[in-house]
């Protein structure tokens, strides 16, 4: 549900920054942020309240307490690391969100420098790209309302190697199809692709590595989780595609042969994709019963 409501709040504030930024410049921005932040504000003050939630708090506190007088010994978070990172299949979790991660974070960082590249000239450019970014939610938000019924359905496992594909097919299809302005209209399936492989893989992610998680240390297994999903993989995708683009001398040519340089960095990005694809179906292969 956080996944769900904090989708809705980010395809709203892409469309209407899209829409404001063409009329009132980059200033659009703050106007969108200040005004967030105030009703954010009155809400918590208003529609929160503290002391029947610090009651609450203090009951199960107390409760668990009278059930439990002797605590359990404790783990360290690094004997929990130990164990999940000596556990085969929780390492090949891991590679596999880190692939899915190199992916989304070279389009993060180049995204919208190669579309304003493409729709340069165009008067809605901007306009544009945020509709783009906001098209994601017509995958995300039905996965994350019945993403149980897909578990059931495929697997945790089966409904990552779906987001896995299609964190694949988008960049092979903006490095094939999106040359200029009037190809540009291809973002607009390959975003949907973009919000299909972020619900999938978050739902699936998620599910698997508390699963294979040993008691108490779920937490410690979503951390690893997200480091090699966000930090890992957008390191590792920063300091490969600035040496591409270094290597390209993108900087230096013209807009037109920019945007042929930034395809071939996005159809390197979808080869990526498609290791981590394989990699994720051939452990549905050898391991059918883990799903």
């Not at 929990?80 to 090949?92: S, V």
Request: charged residues 10%.
């Amino acid at each position: 549900r956080q996944k769900l409501f904090g989708t809705l709040g980010i395809g709203a504030v892409f469309a209407i920054n899209g829409t404001l930024t063409d009329f009132i410049g980059y200033r659009a921005q703050f106007v969108i942020v200040s005004i967030t932040c105030l009703i954010f504000f009155v809400v918590a003050y208003f529609g929160l309240n503290g002391s029947s939630t610090q009651f609450l708090i203090h009951s199960k506190i107390k409760e668990s307490t009278l059930e439990n007088p002797k605590p359990a010994p404790t783990v360290s978070w690094l004997d929990n690391m130990m164990l999940l990172l000596k556990n085969l299949d929780f390492l090949l979790l891991l590679l596999i969100v880190f692939l899915i991660g190199v992916s989304g974070s070279v389009f993060n960082v180049y995204f919208s420098v190669f579309m304003g590249k493409v729709l340069a000239g165009y008067k809605w450019k901007n306009r544009v790209m945020g509709y783009m970014y906001a098209t994601r939610l017509a995958v995300e938000v039905p996965i994350y309302i019945w993403g149980d019924v897909l578990l059931g359905m495929f697997g945790s496992y089966g409904v990552l190697l779906m987001g896995m594909a299609a964190s694949a097919i988008r960049p092979f299809g903006y490095s094939m199809f999106v040359a200029d302005i009037y190809s540009s209209l291809w973002g607009f399936p390959f975003e949907l692709c973009k919000g299909f492989s972020h619900a999938c893989n978050g739902l699936g992610g998620c599910v698997l590595a508390s699963d294979m998680a040993p008691p108490g240390a779920q937490g410690t297994a979503q951390a690893l989780l997200t480091s090699a999903h966000h930090h890992a993989a957008s390191a590792f995708s920063g300091i490969i595609c600035s040496l591409f683009l270094s290597w390209r001398n993108v900087s230096n040519v013209a807009d037109a042969q920019q945007i042929i340089i930034y395809r071939e960095l996005f159809f390197w990005t979808g080869i990526v994709g498609f290791i981590g694809t394989v990699l994720n179906a051939a452990r549905l292969i050898f391991s059918p019963k883990k799903m």
